[in-house]
């Protein structure tokens, strides 16, 4: 079993739909949970991250995060074009320097 | 230049070849790092290096030979690589590895595509 499970898409949706991102993880000594935003042809850039369990909101975005399922969440709302992108979450325990990454869900919002 | 870069963009090598890839990072971190991502795989770490010192190596076979000079630079060198080596190299930085709470971003650069034939 991986450490942490992202269905890796594509996820295609209309513009100003409701998107839902979600992965699953194993270990439960993950204490910090990050999504990432990969453009085609960059690195992958930080969106924002959680600690524990709880919301967070971003403008359109929230991360949410259930420790007690092991299971995080990415919500993006009014969806655009420019949300195209690969959404990677990750993952780390309070002590570890390694961050652990699902693989990525490739979304595409269409016009 | 601001942020991580890294060169070249793409690489092709052959099987024999030796090559080198450089990352440089702007912002004054201490910590840098060398993944590998490959098409449906988790990104991978392949080493750690904090204040110009490897604090890890993830078991990365030995054609793969990394070097950090200074704080601002790393460099992977490559020799008598395999064709599953291809893939996206991606550098990234952070104020310190371990890394405090309060600094938790690590800052990625472009990556360099290898196509290994």
């Known amino acids: 079993q991986k450490e942490v499970e992202q269905d890796p898409g594509p996820l295609s949706v209309p513009e100003g739909a409701i998107v839902s991102l979600n992965c699953t993880y194993s270990n439960s000594a993950f204490q910090y949970f990050m999504w990432y935003r990969q453009y085609s042809r960059k690195g992958p850039e930080l969106l924002m991250y959680t600690y524990s369990s709880g919301n967070k909101e971003d403008g359109r975005f929230t991360a949410q995060v259930d420790k007690s399922s092991k299971y995080i969440s990415l919500f993006i709302r009014d969806s655009q074009p420019s949300d195209s992108a690969t959404y990677l979450c990750a993952m780390i325990t309070g002590t570890a320097s390694k961050l652990t990454f699902g693989t990525g869900t490739r979304l595409q919002v269409t016009l | 230049e601001t942020g991580v870069t890294q060169t070249p963009r793409h690489l092709v090598m052959g099987m024999t070849n030796k090559k080198s890839l450089k990352c440089e990072q702007h912002l004054g971190h201490n910590a840098m790092y060398w993944y590998k991502q490959s098409a449906k795989k988790p990104l991978e770490l392949m080493f750690v290096?904090?204040?110009?010192?490897?604090?890890e190596n993830n078991s990365v076979p030995s054609r793969f030979s990394p070097e950090c000079p200074n704080s601002s630079h790393l460099f992977l060198h490559l020799h008598t690589l395999q064709p599953e080596d291809s893939a996206l190299y991606l550098c990234?930085?952070?104020?310190?590895?371990?890394?405090?709470?309060?600094?938790?971003?690590?800052?990625f650069g472009p990556g360099t595509r290898l196509t290994v034939l």
């Open positions: 990234a930085s952070s104020p310190l590895a371990p890394w405090s709470e309060y600094e938790i971003e690590q800052f």
């Open positions: 290096y904090n204040f110009k010192e490897q604090t």
